[in-house]
């Protein structure tokens, strides 16, 4: 099984360029998150989007959008990166309906540079 | 917001006993959550408490106390392949995650 692809895996980027950081997950999870990872600072959570058609600003998500087309897929865009953008993305997702653990699976994730 | 507390580093040997203790505070609190992450690799789940106690689930062990916004990971029976990043999380009543900074646990032989 899948589970929950993310691609590029690694991405050179000039400062003031946009990308898309592209998640897709086979489980049918109701729920997607994307988080940065940078040393010492932990997992840091950009956008959230609870179901298909929603998305929601998570604690750092300046710089940064998203968009939920439909439930396999969540994309995020930085529309013009920049150094401090260098960082390990981590897309996740949870079936998101609430109670219990609705433990989050993770991604590889996207490791990025901004130059 | 959370505030979430864990040890950088620890070290111990293959066999013995390591408890990664965490500490938060937290506007909600609902539920708390152990991942393991090794060098690359992506974070995965480990144990998940929501009420006081211990939960074990084989070597790994996890307690929590919410009066004390507390919490441990004891991993027992050490094995090199447990060198990793132990990252404690705390969902609050949005059923959002907060992440600590991690700790990372190297097995020596």
């Known amino acids: 099984t899948a589970g929950i692809t993310q691609a590029p895996t690694s991405q050179i980027l000039a400062a003031g360029r946009s990308m898309t950081l592209r998640c897709t997950q086979d489980?049918?999870?109701?729920?997607m998150y994307w988080y940065r990872q940078d040393l010492g600072l932990g997992l840091r959570l950009i956008h959230y989007?609870?179901?298909?058609?929603?998305?929601g600003k998570g604690e750092v998500p300046d710089g940064y959008s998203v968009s939920r087309a439909n439930t396999d897929d969540f994309p995020l865009t930085l529309a013009s990166a920049v150094p401090s953008q260098t960082s390990v993305y981590f897309c996740?997702?949870?079936?998101?309906?609430?109670?219990?653990?609705?433990?989050?699976?993770f991604g590889p994730g996207t490791r990025l540079t901004v130059l | 917001g959370q505030n979430i507390d864990q040890p950088t580093e620890m070290t111990a040997t293959e066999g013995a006993i390591v408890q990664i203790n965490c500490t938060y505070q937290?506007?909600?609190?609902?539920?708390l959550f152990w991942y393991q992450q090794h060098a690359g690799e992506a974070p995965t789940f480990l144990s998940y408490?929501?009420?006081?106690g211990l939960e074990e689930k084989g070597r790994f062990s996890s307690f929590l106390s919410r009066s004390k916004g507390y919490s441990y990971l004891l991993l027992k029976e050490l094995q090199m392949k447990d060198s990793a990043s132990y990252l404690c999380?705390?969902?609050?009543?949005?059923?959002?995650?907060?992440f600590g900074a991690g700790t990372t646990v190297t097995v020596r032989a």
């Open positions: 489980m049918r999870h109701n729920a």
């Open positions: 937290t506007s909600g609190f609902n539920g």
């Open positions: 408490n929501v009420l006081d």
């Open positions: 989007s609870n179901t298909a058609g929603t998305t």
């Open positions: 996740a997702s949870s079936e998101g309906q609430g109670g219990g653990a609705d433990t989050q699976y």
């Open positions: 999380a705390v969902r609050d009543s949005d059923y959002k995650l907060s």
